[in-house]
């Protein structure tokens, strides 16, 4: 099979991990008889000391320079790779973003990959393992760019959807995604297979197995991932199509949380158009990241907006809008500063009625009170009090019965 | 002007350092008004610490894998300088060998240059100035590939002959070119003006200043090379064309030297064609470095050949020669493991007869034995014992009287 192989920084973190990723490779190319795309990332913390060095230069550095000093770490590592390798007679070789030909965009840090070319790569596939340098392009003015932390996950994908690889397999230092943080729920139960939509809520949700954009490249190309352990053996879990809403669909599929959030209130706005972007406009012009949006029905043509910031946000996103306060003609600003979020998501909930009213009664059972509501087609989210939080997964866990929900299939 | 300035680790050795260079550069740019391409080493260190890495994971290290690796030293470098002119306002971009279009060989650890794209360089160049890593290429297989140690001074000269700059300035921590080691003669006199032809026999003799294949470079492309220091001001020493014998031309410029030499001596060979050949071959080999060959007239059909080894293959040259001395059928192998050879340079010598003798007597008056001589157009050198060297060197500067040779053109 045609397979593309990703291995993370703490799998290559130093000589003996290489040495035996080499050996896991090799059997895979010489015993089972796959062509392999290996993508690998920076050492650990190889990324981070990148990053201090620039920044001893000039905190703010030129980002197309800081981006080709950041590209130096996967560099290293696929070559190292590369050698361990050819030691133990299985032909490989190292191929970065240029000899490939992997083109992105021009915004560098953060580049979003535009084409690969696939001739040279597949060739070379022929006869040897190709070792690529994850979380990198090349611009359309030739330089090189980095695709943003994480980036090599999306690197991944990117070959695999170019090249139809059969699997994307992401090896990483967990052995799969769980029904919710198994640290919280001792019965969190492995998913054997999950599909892209429910992945991608899981990602957004601070699940941090995969970064976002890839789960939403595979989603757009159809690239199968496994995510599986990079040195315990184990099928992992497989991330792919919906087969449709057959019983075997549990209706909840995992539980999802972020912690250190805050919420804020914006009371008795004009409910008019444009009055809730101009409050937005305001924290993105301050690079304040805003999550979870609800805004009520109005009453009498005033309304009531509300949303999340990150936790340490939250002191200057107050403070920034009490001295707009007039001009938005607002009657009050108020927040929570230790606020989580908890979802339920499942790709069964769309044809499921009474999901959410599960959901509620279970935390209004513990008295948990619930300060504002999303959904999305497959997932429903609630803010709660922080201190509430480890308490309602395990209450959303047990009340979605995900302690059985992997047994049929695994 | 169109310069390549070029400098080297130890210029670039720290970040102060790399800021210092920045400046200069900067000023270079915006008040004398030059177009610059900067080519950078590895800073001090680096390329030792890569090296290492690479022998960690296996002793002998696929060579294409140990090139890619190697070559991040020089990119890291490129873009630190980067950011250091563009933080103080002076437009700067790095590149590598594959933006430009660097071709070499296939000749991974040690390959030679074959052609060099300048239509993307000069248009860069009109607006920024280029930072470019030294020591390294792409291959016709489209690898990384380096130059060998001290290759960053060969790409400078292939680049300024790329774009026909004015000259090649390669900045580095001495601040010119000597009469001979200030070391040994205090009153060594800086050279302000060499010739291509003396400075390879200078280079070649182990002045370390430059790599000797930049100076055959630069000769076969015409390229005007000043060595200058990284830090204090002055003029350092241009290495130009011949010309002509005027009377300004000294009939020695300088006077090299190498340590560490062993001399071997064949007796009564068989002076008939290849026998020569056969025992250089039998070094060969073995990878034993062979400098200085002497070989005499032939008397009744025998003939004595002495040549030089390093002092570290002095032992295995002797071993390897007696168990093959009834198939060489000499009468005698002998040697000596401390031998120093001393050369006089100079394009003077040309149209000077007399030369040598000066050089002879001079050594004889303190009773120094010449154990062999050799000699090229524009250069003598003797073997002697090494305990003389200091000695000889000084004589030889008095004899020539190199201590006034600059007076008239500095």
């Known amino acids: 099979m045609l397979l593309v192989q990703k291995f ?3 799998s290559l973190g130093n000589l003996e991990r290489i040495d035996n990723i080499a050996k896991k490779i090799k059997k895979n190319v010489q015993e089972d008889g796959h062509q392999i795309i290996v993508v690998v990332s920076a050492m650990a913390n190889k990324t981070d000391q990148l990053h201090d060095l620039c920044l001893s230069i000039d905190q703010t550095p030129n980002i197309m320079e800081y981006d080709a000093i950041l590209a130096t770490g996967e560099q290293i590592t696929a070559s190292l790779l590369a050698i361990a390798l050819n030691k133990i007679n299985c032909h490989a070789r190292s191929a970065n973003a240029f000899q490939i030909g992997i083109e992105t965009n021009n915004a560098y840090g953060k580049a979003r990959i535009r084409s690969i070319k696939t001739n040279q790569l597949l060739e070379w596939l022929k006869t040897q393992v190709v070792i690529v340098t994850g979380f990198q392009g090349v611009s359309l003015e030739n330089k090189i760019t980095t695709l943003g932390r994480g980036g090599s996950d999306t690197s991944a994908v990117a070959l695999a959807a170019a090249i139809q690889a059969h699997e994307c397999q992401i090896y990483t230092d967990v052995d799969g995604v769980y029904t919710t943080d ?21 990602s957004s949700q601070g699940s941090k197995v995969l970064q976002t954009r890839s789960v939403e490249f ?9 995510v599986s352990h990079a040195v315990h053996r184990g099928i992992g879990t497989l991330i792919t199509f919906d087969e449709g809403s057959g019983l075997e669909n549990p209706v909840v599929s995992a539980i999802s949380f972020s912690r250190h959030e805050a919420r804020i209130t914006v009371r008795k706005i004009h409910d008019k158009p444009g009055i809730a972007a101009k409050i937005l406009q305001i924290l993105a012009k301050k690079a ?3 999550d979870m949006i609800v805004q009520s029905v109005s009453q009498q043509d005033f309304t009531d907006l509300t949303f999340t910031v990150p936790e340490n946000s939250y002191n200057q996103t107050i403070t920034l809008l009490n001295t707009m306060q007039t001009q938005l003609k607002t009657a009050a600003i108020e927040g929570d500063h230790k606020i989580a979020k908890i979802s339920i998501i499942g790709i069964g909930m769309r044809s499921h009625a009474g999901v959410a009213a599960t959901m509620f009664e279970a935390l209004a059972l513990k008295n948990i009170n619930i300060q504002a509501i999303t959904t999305s087609e497959i997932k429903v989210s609630v803010l709660i009090e922080d201190k509430y939080l480890e308490l309602a997964i395990r209450l959303l866990h047990a ?6 929900s992997q047994n049929n299939i695994q």
């Open 182 to 202: 198994p640290n919280i729920v001792t019965d969190a139960q492995k998913i054997t297979r999950i599909t892209f939509e429910e992945m991608l809520e899981m």
């Open 399 to 404: 009340a979605f019965k995900l302690e059985n």
């Open 288 to 290: 304040i990241e805003v």
């Open 8 to 10: 993370g920084g703490t």
């Open 218 to 226: 595979a989603t757009k190309y159809g690239v199968q991932i496994r």
